[in-house]
């Protein structure tokens, strides 16, 4: 009888430990270029704002963004352009992250 009970026991606790405990979602890994807005300005930005975006040649400082335009302006750049920056270089969810990093740029 004792030997019945402790395989059912140990029968049990397998069968529950390969079923999982509930539904858990891991993000580890899960951060995509997309919405990491620091980096794709880092890749789209640099040959004109500068390596550390401080400004160089005729394009203008932008690693201080944040406290010069609120978000919603620096998406309107990135999609329109401003002065001699042409409109588009990033595009879609990529200018939303470009656009929000920089806001918080001060």
């Known amino acids: ?3 019945a009970i402790l395989t059912l026991a140990i029968g049990s606790a397998i069968f529950l430990a390969a079923c999982g405990g509930g539904k858990t979602t891991s993000t580890e890994g899960t951060k ?3 919405s990491d807005g620091e980096t794709i300005a880092m890749k789209s930005c640099i040959s004109c704002h500068g390596g550390e975006l401080q400004g ?3 394009a203008p400082q932008i690693n201080n963004a944040g406290s010069r335009f609120s978000e919603a302006e ?3 750049i990135i999609k329109n352009g401003k002065g ?3 409109p588009g270089i990033v595009k879609g969810a990529d200018a939303e992250a470009v656009a ?3 806001a918080t740029q001060k």
């Open 56 to 58: 160089q040649n005729n």
């Open 84 to 86: 001699t920056m042409p």
């Open 32 to 34: 995509t270029a997309a």
């Open 1 to 3: 009888m004792k030997k």
């Open 74 to 76: 620096i998406l309107d």
């Open 100 to 102: 929000k990093w920089l």
